[in-house]
């Protein structure tokens, strides 16, 4: 088995669908967790700005496989899906599952400006106007498209007939978004769809051990 | 073979490397090209709108292959790719084609920043500050990265030694940004990689004969 390191903040984020397929796949992984409060625009640490030059694209989350970096974190989860079986059972699947997750990586940049405004603490107008210009249209869109995927696909899953890394994605942000008081109970079907892979038996047990946090 | 139909605007933007793979294949497809100004932020136009309607996540480009939609261009282009065999020799390459492609694709916004405010005609002081404090500290960066990986990398390709989809997708970029008067002679061994992408015999004529266009 390779020897697997993944490097990342101590948040879930971009690097917990990671973590989710090593549990899925009862694989041992490192999980290296950095203080996130430390590179926060503007009050960036020295320690983060020198770990930050060794990186290959200057980011985290980072997966380190037999030595050999890969960066970028849909394309470590893609990498680690494909290994383990969850990235979709046909070409057509792997695509659609591929789509869903860029199109869920668009809207967690709108929701990312929100995320940052609140923790930087911005002015109130200011986190206002990014809420109602950038993070609520975005979420709209999304939260419809989601919708729309789950009602006409039976399986109760995002992409064919079984789990897919895009469920793991999708489910965990929205778990995020509940615990802002951003997913209300008018989107009943997705706060269901949420805790049906939460409570996935092969993950029930790593959710419940992880540390809180609240992106 | 199956039926393929690419939709998207008239312009190269984040279909072209979709083209492109279809030509490097020889594979036939139906190519439509929708008016780039009609969906233009404040601009859109009724006929934009009741097409974008019927979209699955309401965006271009959507590739339609035997009647199934897909969506979003990088999942698009690493279908055909996987199909016509540019997406990597190995899993471990696969990723970092994968990886490259969101670096690519986290830039792209930062340029598209720039773009829309010069087409949308924004007070040339706003589009000074989009130049400098978004544009320019992300293309930095991107640019470290792919003279990083074209030096560290002998074959002359940005993964392992032959043509993948992110040079396809990288190479048509830098054509934009030379176009722009953003990629300057510091950045000459850019210039000759992308060069040397779109000398490629396979794709020379179908880049001498599509139409000429800004982005």
């Not at 970028?72 to 695509?95: M, N, W």
Request: a negative charge.
């Amino acid at each position: 088995m390779p020897d697997y390191k993944l490097t990342y903040f101590d948040i879930r984020g971009f690097g917990e669908p990671i973590r989710q397929l090593f549990h899925l796949a009862n694989t041992p992984f490192e999980d290296i967790r950095l203080p996130f409060q430390d590179q926060l625009p503007g009050k960036q640490t020295p320690q983060w700005l020198e770990i930050k030059k060794a990186l290959p694209f200057g980011r985290l989350p980072v997966l380190t496989v037999d030595g050999l970096d890969i960066p970028q974190s849909a394309a470590i989860s893609r990498y680690l899906a494909k290994k383990f079986g969850f990235a979709g059972k046909t070409p057509e699947e792997e695509a659609w599952v591929d789509a869903i997750v860029d199109q869920s990586k668009d809207f967690a940049e709108q929701f990312r400006a929100l995320i940052y405004a609140t923790k930087l603490e911005f002015p109130e107008a200011e986190i206002q106007k990014i809420r109602e210009e950038t993070f609520i249209p975005g979420r709209d869109l999304w939260f419809s498209i989601l919708a729309r995927r789950l009602t006409s696909n039976p399986s109760g899953f995002l992409v064919g007939n079984g789990l897919t890394w895009a469920d793991l994605s999708v489910a965990d942000n929205l778990y995020t978004l509940e615990g802002w008081g951003l997913l209300g109970k008018e989107h009943g079907e997705l706060i269901e769809y949420r805790k049906r892979i939460y409570a996935l038996p092969e993950l029930r047990e790593h959710i419940e051990k992880r540390p809180e946090c609240s992106v």
